[in-house]
């Protein structure tokens, strides 16, 4: 029988966020790329086998997003039934215009962390960036100021696993701010519940909205089709210098190829997608103090990529997250506008529409008899019953023809 671990991997509900790697430690189990073109955890040493292994296994089935979520929103905070718990809503952008211009979205993210930095807030942040030996790849960096926090800024559409070190980061003793994607941020916020003594630590905990983790052979196809290959690229981001930005492959030559958002995450990118995102209730940050977005105009319920000035979608979930923005507020870092919250459909519809659709996906791998993640306090049945018989009944047919095979998917 398959050991807890390689039992989320096989039924294709590993998020990748490498939370057991630090659980274990990385003698036992290590994440690796698959051939699959995720991050994926391999046990190198049976888990029966650490002295701790009862413990080690009970906290793995209550912390890994795989196996399931649960929401406990703060009590004086609204929770809205699509959007989650919601301190505040607005929209903004960096008052910086290097770092509006450098953040995928109006660089709200960036400006926060910078804020923090450079109040003292925090000692440091946690955020990912492209790694430099493998310009496809991730790795997680640690920034003291604003220098380097743009040096990570822009988003980074493939694998990560920025918990695996997850207790490198405490035992430094000092504070830092977190950014993840949402099911990072759960992951984090899981592993505090059964720490309680390392919240003091987390200034603060940040994500993104996320529509899913491409597999690294979907950036392959990518720079096919900008008419080069792996080895010909010295840097590749994904977005970012401008809003949308471009996916952009430099030469180690200094040559550049292009190609615009829609292009490369609508046709490219989002067609190699993990399952496990296509299961996901949370593509929102509901775990997080505060998510950031883009803020798309549109029209006709349509978002539009057309190059513009950045402008970010601003959700603060917590007290605290609400906190941390007004700081950067006050001290002129950013600039933004209440926004209601029945305008976030319009910026963000994919967002709703898979968060309504997610209780039939769910339904699906019942009826197929396959594990499904547990989770609790994000409104999936409230949500479902906007949507009628039709659209559900169409939605499980598909997601039971997707479903995929066991081996380290």
């Avoid at 409104?379 to 039709?390: P, Q, S």
Wanted: charged letters at 20%; a positive charge; one cysteine or more.
């Amino acid at each position: 029988m398959s050991d807890c671990v390689t039992q989320v991997v096989e039924a294709g509900l590993c998020t990748g966020c490498g939370l057991c790697e630090n659980l274990f430690g990385a003698g036992q189990v290590q994440m690796q790329m698959a051939a699959s073109g995720y991050l994926r955890p391999v046990v190198l040493v049976p888990l029966s086998k650490s002295p701790q292994a009862a413990s080690q296994q009970a906290e793995f089935e209550r912390t890994c997003p795989g196996r399931g979520l649960r929401l406990e929103p703060e009590q004086d905070v609204p929770v809205h039934e699509a959007w989650g718990p919601l301190k505040s809503v607005s929209t903004g952008w960096a008052t910086d215009p290097a770092t509006r211009y450098q953040g995928s979205s109006g660089g709200v993210l960036s400006a926060l962390l910078a804020d923090l930095l450079e109040s003292g807030q925090a000692d440091f942040v946690a955020h990912i960036e492209a790694d430099a030996q493998h310009p496809l790849r991730n790795q997680l960096r640690l920034s003291r100021n604003r220098a380097e926090v743009l040096q990570g800024a822009g988003s980074r559409y493939g694998p990560s696993a920025p918990l695996k070190q997850l207790d490198a980061l405490f035992a430094t003793g000092q504070r830092f701010a977190f950014v993840g994607k949402p099911c990072d941020a759960a992951a984090l916020r899981a592993h505090l519940r059964e720490h309680p003594q390392r919240a003091a630590q987390v200034v603060g905990i940040f994500a993104f909205m996320c529509a899913g983790v491409p597999s690294e052979h979907g950036s392959v196809a990518l720079l096919q089709r900008l008419g080069t290959q792996l080895d010909q690229v010295a840097r590749f981001s994904y977005r970012g210098n401008g809003w949308p930005g471009m996916a952009t492959a430099t030469g180690f030559d200094g040559a550049k190829h292009e190609m615009d958002y829609s292009s490369s995450w609508g046709q490219v990118l989002n067609r190699h997608l993990q399952f496990r995102c296509k299961v996901c209730p949370d593509g929102t940050g509901e775990f997080a103090d505060v998510v950031c977005a883009d803020a798309w105009y549109g029209a006709d319920g349509y978002p539009e990529f057309a190059e513009r000035d950045g402008r970010s979608l601003i959700l603060a979930r917590t007290a605290r997250g609400q906190e941390l923005l007004q700081s950067a507020l006050t001290r002129g870092g950013i600039e933004s506008a209440p926004c209601d919250a029945a305008e976030i459909a319009k910026m963000q519809p994919y967002q709703l529409a898979r968060k309504r659709l997610l209780a039939g996906r769910l339904l699906a791998l019942a009826l197929a008899g396959r594990q499904r993640p547990r989770y609790q306090g994000l409104r999936l049945w409230a949500n479902a019953k906007r949507l009628g018989l039709v659209e559900h009944l169409r939605n499980i047919k598909g997601t039971l023809a997707r479903l995929p095979g066991s081996g380290g998917i």
